[in-house]
């Protein structure tokens, strides 16, 4: 079998530097062509001597990655970036034809159904471990026997707070996550359960369930990535150590699987699973999720856009913790959106939002 030929967006992050490891840990099934990164000019280079890419393989910046996605020869793009900034590298790779491996997954929650008008079937592979966990159990029935998605949640370094409490988090225990390593944006957004928001509105894309019948459930283990029930009554669970290795390499080999990308679990051990109902009430990231998704529109672009504002004004100690749901809350609310959704309206909303949660930050910060 010929190796599949691979392009890294984001190759500097977590998830660019971990797909680069699968890459090199498995070279009779994967070949390294291009790599895209953002401000790490150093690692960058040095990843592109490591894999032997020349100069033209290698790009910066949001402009070069898309059209290293769209002008490159390569059978899967890896989209690592993270933020709403990955939008034109997504579009860029659909349109060329090439499989997209999606590990940004806010191109597609606030591109929409414009990404999925663009997408052929089966050409988005989630790289999330949740979604990557859902596409697995879906094997196991028709999609008409899907009763529901489960996607779980660790619960962050806040699970059980109350509001008191997370009203005085700061920005380091933020980024205390107990169970993953990640960047500080996606760190913070799995704080505040903003991270699974999106994850809910990216399952509903990605496919094609409704919003109610999509639920979330704490599973601090972070060991059970998601689950689906089907109409029978039986749960089909995926379930690995928390290693986003797995996710990342069947993301490139789809729909195969990459022999030893992580080591399996010991059920010889004593292990103990906890799965508990997630506090809406304290955590409202999923509500207002459900509430955009639903909405549909330019709605989930605001919504990131303005959480996106909201965590950078957080880390520069201009906002209090509780404070970025509550701009995410304002801006939705001020929100009036295009009745036809293309990409200068998004691009349009996502501006606007920004000056907004701007606007509502300095208001805070005097």
Known sequence: MQAKKIIVLGSTGSIGTQALEVIADNPELFELVGIAAGKNVELA?????????????????ADQASSLAKDLDADVVVNGITGSVGLSSTIATL??????????KESLIVGGELIKSIANPGQIVPVDSEHSAIAQC?????????????????????????????????????????????????????????????????AHLLFDVEFEKIAVTVH???????????????????????????????????????????NALDFSSFQQWQFEPLDEDVFSAIRLARQVGMAGKTFPAVYNASNEEAVEAFH???????????????????????????LSSVLEAEKWAREFANGLIDQIHR
């Open 220 to 262: 601090p283990q972070s060991i059970v990535h998601s689950m689906v029930e089907f109409i029978d009554g039986s749960v089909i669970a995926q379930c690995s150590p928390p290693d986003m290795k797995l996710p990342i390499a069947l993301g490139m080999s789809w729909p195969d699987r990459t022999p030893g990308a992580v």
């Open 95 to 104: 349109e060329s034809g090439k499989t997209l491996a999606l590990a940004n």
């Open 138 to 202: 879906l094997w196991s029935g028709k999609p008409k026997e899907v009763q529901r998605l489960i996607l779980t949640a660790s619960g962050g370094p806040f699970r059980g707070f109350s509001k008191d409490e997370l009203a005085r988090v700061t920005p380091a225990q933020a980024l205390a996550h107990p169970t993953w390593v990640m960047g500080r944006v996606v760190t913070t957004n799995s704080a505040t359960l903003v991270n699974k928001g999106l994850e809910l509105i990216e």
């Open 45 to 61: 280079e040095a990843q592109a001597n490591e894999f032997g890419l020349a100069k033209d393989k290698v790009a910066f910046g």
């Open 316 to 342: 520069e100690g201009k906002i209090g913790f509780l404070k970025i749901l509550e701009i995410i809350e304002q801006t939705i609310d001020a929100h009036t959106p295009e009745s036809e959704i293309s």
